[in-house]
């Protein structure tokens, strides 16, 4: 991976050349494919930033590159450029999770607004997806210990039951619920159950 890119597709050169003009004159780095299975050999799921692809593609067509590229575990957002007769193509594209799809001729601005819009989305699934990769390593830092009051914690009990049913001082509980609280990066309880019902371990949690 080199950074955020636009991965553009398409079988015609004259719109690879414009669009890749268009798009390196405005500061973006553009990565431009002529084939469906070029960008395939090319993305990985690491990839940062969008893909355009054209609707119609030789080998192809959009739909069944969208689902190779999520097949393939590549998350980015996905425009479609489309011809007058591809429009139904295209909807269903977006109803199956494209971004958007724009017509040809398309307007330049439109365009440029529309990558924008695709770039700041993966900015936010990556930062996302940051997220929840911590809560999973400050999850696997605790001990056996730590996880069983953490899991109290989880069904509402208080401290005292929990040294209770855990057989230990309420001292010792207090102890270790602190030592959860800082690897976990959370404030108080209730924090603490917000952070760990968003991990994927715990997000289907029930008492």
């Known amino acids: 991976m080199k950074g955020e890119a636009v991965f553009l597709v398409d079988d015609d050169p004259d719109v690879l050349d414009a669009v890749s003009f268009l798009l390196t004159t405005d500061g973006l780095r553009v990565e431009s494919f002529a084939s469906p299975e070029a960008l395939l050999e090319r993305v990985t799921p690491q990839e940062a930033g969008c893909l355009v692809l054209d609707v119609r593609l030789p080998g192809m067509n959009g739909l069944e590159l969208q689902e190779r590229l999520r097949a393939n575990g590549v998350r980015m957002p996905i425009i479609f450029i489309t011809g007058h007769g591809d429009i139904p193509m295209a909807v269903k594209a977006v109803n199956q999770g494209a971004l958007d799809f724009l017509e040809k001729p398309?307007?330049?601005?439109?365009?440029?607004?529309?990558?924008?819009?695709?770039?700041?989305?993966?900015?936010?699934?990556?930062?996302?997806?940051?997220?929840?990769?911590?809560?999973?390593?400050?999850?696997?830092?605790?001990?056996?210990?730590e996880t069983e009051v953490m899991e109290e914690i989880l069904r509402g009990k208080l401290n005292k039951i929990i040294a209770a049913d855990l057989d230990m001082s309420v001292r010792t509980v207090e102890?270790?619920?602190?030592?959860?609280?800082?690897?976990?990066?959370?404030?108080?309880?209730?924090?603490?159950?917000?952070?760990?019902?968003?991990?994927?371990?715990?997000?289907?949690?029930?008492?």
């Open 175 to 207: 102890v270790h619920r602190a030592r959860v609280l800082e690897k976990l990066g959370a404030r108080n309880g209730s924090d603490m159950v917000r952070v760990v019902l968003s991990s994927e371990r715990y997000h289907d949690w029930s008492p």
């Open 106 to 145: 398309f307007d330049d601005d439109k365009l440029l607004a529309t990558i924008q819009h695709g770039l700041v989305r993966d900015r936010e699934r990556r930062e996302h997806s940051d997220r929840l990769a911590a809560i999973e390593a400050a999850l696997d830092s605790l001990t056996p210990r």
